[in-house]
């Protein structure tokens, strides 16, 4: 599913541990780390495929997660030129996602990255809060400084703020001017609990 401007459709996922720290995870065969996400099926809402993605991706159950928040509209990041894939019917030219914090209320060894016959990820840790701005590969970071500034506020609320400090004014995306996230197919702020 692509959006008439070349944009997918797209969830992410912050884990967060309740100390503040994140789930971070190497994509398999590859040596990038970056959150679990994925696209969202025709038939989804934003909650319903985070859901999906988070059970493929990490094992994980909704049982195991606490939602604390989520971004209020869509956050968009184009791809490089090279993947690009021009010679399809649909050309995506970049991701549009709706990104949530979920706080682990399960144990570690809940998580499962082998669930499935395709993994997505070989190997997981936690990683402090804005560890993931300067570690994603290039064309992602400024999403990733955008979600996360989002989503701090309500990760303060439960680590408290010496574990979510305010960003370093010289992380990517953090410091200079930066797209705002456009709102589109509804506000997702406000989730329900449990």
């Known amino acids: 599913m692509i959006d008439p401007d070349g944009f997918r459709p797209n969830v992410g996922i912050v884990l967060m541990h309740g100390d503040g720290r994140l789930f971070w995870a190497r994509r398999v065969r590859r040596d990038g780390w970056q959150f679990p996400q994925g696209g969202m099926n025709t038939d989804e809402t934003p909650v319903e495929a985070m859901y999906r993605e988070l059970h493929e991706e990490t094992g994980l159950l909704p049982r195991h997660v606490e939602v604390l928040g989520a971004t209020p509209g869509w956050l968009r ?57 300067e570690h994603v590969v290039m064309f992602k970071r400024g999403v990733y400084a955008r979600a996360l500034r989002h989503l701090a506020p309500f990760a303060r609320q439960v680590a408290g703020d010496g574990a979510v400090p305010p960003p370093r004014p010289d992380l990517p995306g953090i410091g200079r001017d930066r797209p705002r996230a456009r709102a589109g197919g509804g506000g997702f702020q406000r989730v329900a609990r449990g």
């Open 77 to 133: 990041y184009r791809l490089p030129e090279r993947s690009i894939r021009r010679h399809e019917r649909l050309v995506c030219i970049g991701q549009k996602q709706v990104w949530f914090l979920l706080r682990l209320t399960g144990c570690e060894g809940d998580v499962r990255l082998d669930l499935t016959d395709t993994p997505e990820f070989d190997h997981w840790r936690w990683v402090d809060f804005w560890y993931p701005v």
